[in-house]
């Protein structure tokens, strides 16, 4: 028999509720033939959303590149002898631009997409996503600092950059990093994993989930009292699981304290089109010319495109921070992570592009692109809409702050004696089928419960399903203790 083997304590701790025992519980419900609706988690696509048409042209001709000169062909065809193709549509052919937008787009990719790229990922994009942020910044006219593309890393993921940044922050068991509780769990998972220190800061519920200067403060504070080095704040914005979309104020106050602090910033901004009408503050905006670390993190899992499984992403950095263990500078040591996995996938990183640059005004597939993006946005705030309305049909269910990014996190304020919003959870599952995920899975005020619930499926779903939640709600939180 095996001696057996030591494996890292830190991987054995790490827990991550989006993933947890309620999902796998619906897991096992599916293997028996039961249907569960999976509201645990951010995953558009996985409850039907269909994908931006645009994005899609492109990707399957960027795999298939013998594909475009037939569809160069067929055009030429068809322009000459239209009858022979009387009965297809206008959209049964790939517009021009997009054909020349894959050539350009393999050129520069010069290999293809089955060659690794360079570690940071091809610097035609890294351009494209520098003139994207600049472009949002509007610095052109504000006179804001330039995005500068050997700042910006293409990775698997916003998830990728995150736990890289952690990794690299994180030097000693002293060292801590200050995450908003409710938190998305990744930055507690990755922490626990490098071996360091969660430092708490709370959110506040009753202000919409915003979060002010003494709650900073006070959580810092009592941090260093117990001897914790904190190097870095992580702010979510907007927020997950709290969906609130953080005001300027807000922002500022965060950027001041770690400016005062000497902290860097890891800004998740991967919701920052998840606002519903609210105006995004980003924090490069706001850090400006000060010298404060930032590091921005966007996604092509989230916002209307919500391709989740292609796993694109970048991280921002600026002003990085020098270093005073190594003659190495910081971004030599970010690029010494990505060099280890080589690069970032190249479909991931070929959506990236797409994702910061949106068809032309002028050009065949704007007028489409402009209207699915508008219907993906507009049925996830009416989804949302929907969801809060059965709340205020339950008993005790309170949902503080406005409808941002993709989820809701009410407050259960009469769960019966002795159970909690787990228990809530997992009877929820069993009677409904609705997969959700625990308040106490992200962290939230001792006493107080939770859950989250992705504003996800179908609209008749939705009109099915909630119903027999408000029901079960009601009839689980009267029942006799
Ligand atoms: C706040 C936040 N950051 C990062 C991620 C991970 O995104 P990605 O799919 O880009 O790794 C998620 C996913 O839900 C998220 O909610």
Do not use: W
């Given at each position: 028999?095996?001696?057996?083997?030591?494996?890292?304590?830190?991987?054995?701790?790490?827990?991550?509720?989006?993933?947890?025992?309620?999902?796998?519980?619906?897991?096992?419900?599916?293997?028996?033939?039961?249907?569960?609706?999976?509201?645990?988690?951010?995953?558009?696509?996985?409850?039907?959303?269909?994908?931006?048409?645009?994005?899609?042209?492109?990707?399957?001709?960027?795999?298939?590149?013998?594909?475009?000169?037939?569809?160069?062909?067929?055009?030429?065809?068809?322009?000459?002898?239209?009858?022979?193709?009387?009965?297809?549509?206008?959209?049964?052919?790939?517009?021009?631009?997009?054909?020349?937008?894959?050539?350009?787009?393999?050129?520069?990719?010069?290999?293809?997409?089955?060659?690794?790229?360079?570690?940071?990922?091809?610097?035609?994009?890294?351009?494209?996503?520098?003139?994207?942020?600049?472009?949002?910044?509007?610095?052109?006219?504000?006179?804001?600092?330039?995005?500068?593309?050997?700042?910006?890393?293409?990775?698997?993921?916003?998830?990728?950059?995150?736990?890289?940044?952690?990794?690299?922050?994180?030097?000693d068991r002293r060292d801590g990093l200050m995450i908003p509780t409710p938190q998305y769990p990744l930055y507690s998972a990755a922490i626990r994993r490098a071996g360091g220190c969660q430092v708490n800061y709370y959110l506040d519920e009753d202000s919409g989930w915003t979060l002010n200067r003494s709650m900073l403060e006070e959580a810092l504070a009592a941090a260093t009292r117990d001897g914790v080095a904190v190097k870095a704040i992580v702010v979510i914005n907007p927020g997950n699981p709290t969906g609130a979309v953080l005001p300027k104020e807000s922002i500022r106050e965060v950027v001041d304290f770690a400016g005062q602090h000497g902290l860097a910033i890891i800004a998740d901004e991967v919701y920052q089109d998840n606002t519903y009408g609210a105006t995004f503050v980003s924090f490069a905006q706001t850090v400006g010319s000060q010298d404060v670390p930032l590091f921005s993190l966007h996604s092509t899992s989230k916002g209307f495109c919500g391709e989740c499984g292609r796993r694109g992403g970048y991280v921002e950095v600026?002003?990085?921070?020098?270093?005073?263990?190594?003659s190495l500078s910081f971004m030599d040591l970010?690029?010494?992570?990505?060099?280890?996995?080589?690069?970032?996938?190249?479909?991931?990183?070929?959506?990236?592009?797409?994702?910061?640059?949106?068809?032309?005004?002028?050009?065949?597939?704007?007028?489409?692109?402009?209207?699915?993006?508008?219907?993906?946005?507009?049925?996830?705030?009416?989804?949302?809409?929907?969801?809060?309305?059965?709340?205020?049909?339950?008993?005790?269910?309170?949902?503080?702050?406005?409808?941002?990014?993709?989820?809701?996190?009410?407050?259960?304020?009469?769960l019966p004696a002795g159970t909690t919003d787990f228990d809530y959870c997992m009877s929820l599952l069993e009677a409904v089928g609705l997969c959700t995920v625990n308040g106490s899975g992200f962290g939230q005020r001792a006493g107080t419960n939770h859950l989250r619930v992705a504003f996800l499926p179908s609209r008749e779903l939705l009109e099915e399903v909630l119903p027999r939640w408000v029901e079960f709600h009601n009839a689980y939180v009267n029942r006799k203790q």
């Open positions: 028999m095996s001696p057996g083997i030591t494996v890292n304590q830190n991987i054995a701790e790490m827990e991550y509720a989006v993933r947890g025992p309620i999902p796998q519980r619906a897991a096992e419900l599916r293997r028996q033939g039961k249907r569960t609706i999976p509201c645990n988690i951010g995953n558009p696509q996985g409850l039907g959303q269909q994908p931006i048409s645009y994005y899609r042209q492109v990707l399957s001709l960027l795999e298939a590149p013998s594909k475009i000169a037939r569809e160069r062909r067929l055009n030429k065809l068809r322009s000459s002898a239209p009858a022979a193709f009387a009965g297809l549509a206008a959209d049964d052919f790939v517009s021009d631009y997009i054909l020349d937008l894959c050539d350009e787009m393999l050129a520069k990719f010069e290999t293809g997409l089955g060659a690794y790229t360079e570690s940071k990922g091809p610097l035609f994009i890294r351009e494209a996503i520098a003139r994207f942020i600049d472009t949002r910044e509007d610095a052109e006219s504000s006179g804001a600092p330039r995005s500068d593309p050997e700042h910006i890393f293409l990775t698997n993921g916003a998830s990728e950059a995150g736990k890289n940044l952690v990794d690299l922050l994180i030097a600026r002003n990085p921070p020098a270093v005073t263990n190594t970010l690029l010494k992570q990505a060099s280890v996995s080589l690069c970032s996938n190249t479909i991931g990183q070929a959506l990236t592009y797409l994702m910061v640059c949106p068809p032309a005004p002028d050009s065949a597939p704007h007028k489409q692109f402009v209207e699915e993006k508008k219907q993906v946005l507009e049925d996830l705030y009416n989804k949302a809409a929907l969801i809060r309305a059965a709340f205020a049909e339950m008993n005790g269910v309170e949902c503080f702050g406005r409808t941002g990014a993709m989820y809701l996190f009410p407050r259960l304020n009469r």
